[in-house]
C-alpha cells in the first residue's frame, strides 16, 4: 500500500517534471481509442486483442520493436496496419502505450494449475491442440494468450458466437471468415454440419465435428446453409463456475507458444 503510494507519488513528480511526456500520452491515448481500442480494450486491458497493460510485451520487449509492431501491425495474426502515423504521433502512441504498462493491474486472480485440470475435464482438447496436444477441429491455442485478452477468452468460453474474431476479416488478403459453420443436406437428404476449410464457386470442403473432412459439389447438394455469426463451440456457460472461469482463463491467459 504504502509502495503503492510511493511510486504513483513519484511517477506524479516525474510527469510534472516533463510535461512534454505528459502531453505525449494525452495525445496518444486520443489516437489509441480511435485506432486499437476496439482489438485492445480501452486502457489496453484486452479484448480480441491482447491486453497491453503488462510491464513486458512479448513482441514488443523495446520502443524500437514497439514501433515496428504499431507501424507495420503483426500481418496473418489479425493486427492490421491501422493507418499511416507522423513520426510524432508514432511517438505519442509508444508514450501511452508504455505508460499502460506502468499502471497496476490488478489482474490475474485465477489459478492457472488448476485451470489447465479444468481444460482437461471439460474436454476442450477433443477440439482444440494446445502444445501439439488434442485435436484440430477448432483453432490451435497454443498462443492463445498472446493473441487474446481475458475478457474475450472468458466470452469465448461461456457465449462463443459473441466473441468470434472480427480482426481476420480485415486483414488484407485474408478475407476469409475462419470456422464459419456450414450446414448441407446431400443429394440423398443426409444432413451433414461442420466448419468451412475452403471453397470455391463450384465446390465446397468441410470438416464435421468428429473431424471427418468432406468435399462437395455445389451443384450436386440440395441445401447448402453459412451460418454467419454462429459458432460449432458448445457454449460452457452453466457448466462452469465463477471461479472455475477465472482459473480456465488464467491457463489460456498464460499460453503464449515458445516465444
Ligand atoms: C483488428 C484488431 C487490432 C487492432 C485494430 C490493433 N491490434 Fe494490436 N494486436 C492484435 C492482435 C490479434 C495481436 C496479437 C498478435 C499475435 O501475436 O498473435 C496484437 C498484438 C499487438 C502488440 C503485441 C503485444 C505483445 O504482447 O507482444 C502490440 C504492442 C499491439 N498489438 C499494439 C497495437 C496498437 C498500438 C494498435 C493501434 C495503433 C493496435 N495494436 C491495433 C489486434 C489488433
Ligand atoms: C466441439 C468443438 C469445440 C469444443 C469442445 C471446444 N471448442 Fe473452443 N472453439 C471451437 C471452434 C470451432 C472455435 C472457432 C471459433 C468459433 O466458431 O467460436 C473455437 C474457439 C475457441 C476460442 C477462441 C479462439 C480465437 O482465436 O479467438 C477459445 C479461447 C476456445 N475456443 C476455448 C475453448 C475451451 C477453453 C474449451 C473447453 C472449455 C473449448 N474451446 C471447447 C470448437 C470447440
Redesign the pocket.
Known amino acids: 500500500m504504502t509502495l503503492l503510494l510511493l511510486v504513483s507519488i513519484l511517477f506524479a513528480t516525474a510527469a510534472q517534471n516533463a510535461p512534454g511526456a505528459a502531453n505525449d500520452i494525452r495525445e496518444g491515448k486520443k489516437?489509441?481509442d480511435g485506432?486499437?481500442a476496439?482489438?485492445?480494450g480501452v486502457d489496453g486491458t484486452g479484448d480480441?486483442?491482447?491486453s497491453?497493460n503488462?510491464p513486458t510485451?512479448?513482441?514488443?520487449p523495446d520502443d524500437e520493436s514497439?514501433r515496428t509492431?504499431?507501424r507495420d501491425g503483426?500481418p496473418d495474426?489479425?493486427?492490421?496496419r491501422?493507418r499511416r502515423l507522423t513520426d510524432t504521433e508514432l511517438e505519442q502512441?509508444v508514450a501511452y502505450?508504455r505508460s499502460l504498462g506502468r499502471r497496476s493491474t490488478g489482474t490475474a486472480s485465477g489459478d492457472a494449475q488448476r485451470g489447465r485440470e479444468i481444460y482437461t475435464r471439460l474436454g476442450c482438447a477433443s477440439c482444440h491442440i494446445v502444445s501439439g496436444q488434442g485435436s484440430s477441429f477448432g483453432p490451435d491455442l497454443t498462443?492463445i494468450g498472446?493473441?487474446?485478452g481475458g475478457a474475450y477468452l472468458r466470452q469465448s468460453v461461456v457465449g462463443p458466437a459473441e466473441a468470434l474474431p472480427?480482426?481476420l476479416s480485415?486483414v488484407p488478403g485474408r478475407g476469409f471468415v475462419e470456422f464459419l459453420p456450414v450446414r448441407v443436406v446431400t443429394g440423398d437428404g443426409r444432413e451433414v454440419r461442420g466448419v468451412r476449410i475452403n471453397e470455391d464457386p463450384f465446390t465446397i470442403q468441410l470438416r464435421d465435428t468428429t473431424n471427418q473432412f468432406h468435399s462437395y459439389r455445389k451443384s450436386d447438394l440440395k441445401q447448402l446453409d453459412k451460418e454467419f455469426g454462429k459458432s460449432l463451440m458448445p457454449s460452457f456457460r452453466g457448466r462452469i463456475t465463477d471461479a472455475e472461469l477465472n482459473d480456465l482463463v488464467a491457463y489460456l491467459s498464460g499460453l503464449r507458444g515458445a516465444l
Open positions: 489516437l489509441f485506432m486499437c476496439r482489438c485492445h480480441e486483442g491482447p497491453l503488462r510485451l512479448t513482441r514488443a514497439l509492431v504499431i503483426i495474426r489479425g493486427m492490421p491501422v502512441v502505450v498462443e498472446l493473441q487474446r472480427r480482426g480485415l
